[in-house]
């Protein structure tokens, strides 16, 4: 197996994490001056608890948006149940459509729509 396992001593980690404190270089760039994937920087901080270093993602909503939000997710909702009321009014026509050729006679319900002309 030609597997190389790197170890890195923990004056390094924390010389890498030093380095991402200073600002002079992010978490990608110094995976690629060092060879070290971004995940393991960030094992990193986690391990060390420096959780300053962690990217974090701050999101900012007005009270409009909020509730712009929660009014298309409800509309998404109404939307949802229209189309399933969709889907099984045209199983409920399917399954009549089957009745009614088998009623008559018909093979299948494709004869029975062709001698009605009724378009699929």
């Known amino acids: 197996n030609d597997k190389?396992?790197?170890?890195?001593?923990?004056?390094?980690?924390?010389?890498?994490?030093?380095?991402?404190?200073?600002?002079?270089?992010?978490?990608?760039?110094?995976g690629k001056l060092y060879g070290i994937a971004?995940?393991?920087?960030?094992?990193?901080?986690?391990?060390?608890n420096r959780k300053d270093l962690m990217n974090t993602r701050v999101k900012v909503e007005t009270k409009d948006e909020i509730t712009r939000v929660k009014e298309l997710q409800k509309e998404i909702e109404q939307l949802k149940k229209l189309l399933l009321k969709k889907d099984l009014d045209a199983l409920v026509l399917d399954s009549y459509l089957e009745v009614a050729a088998e009623d008559l006679g018909y093979k299948s319900v494709a004869e029975l729509k062709k001698k009605l002309s009724i378009k699929p």
Not at 38 to 48: A, F, G, H, L, S
């Open 4 to 30: 190389v396992i790197r170890r890195y001593s923990e004056p390094f980690k924390l010389k890498i994490l030093d380095e991402i404190t200073t600002g002079k270089l992010n978490k990608n760039q110094l």
């Open 38 to 48: 971004p995940t393991t920087i960030n094992e990193w901080i986690r391990k060390y």
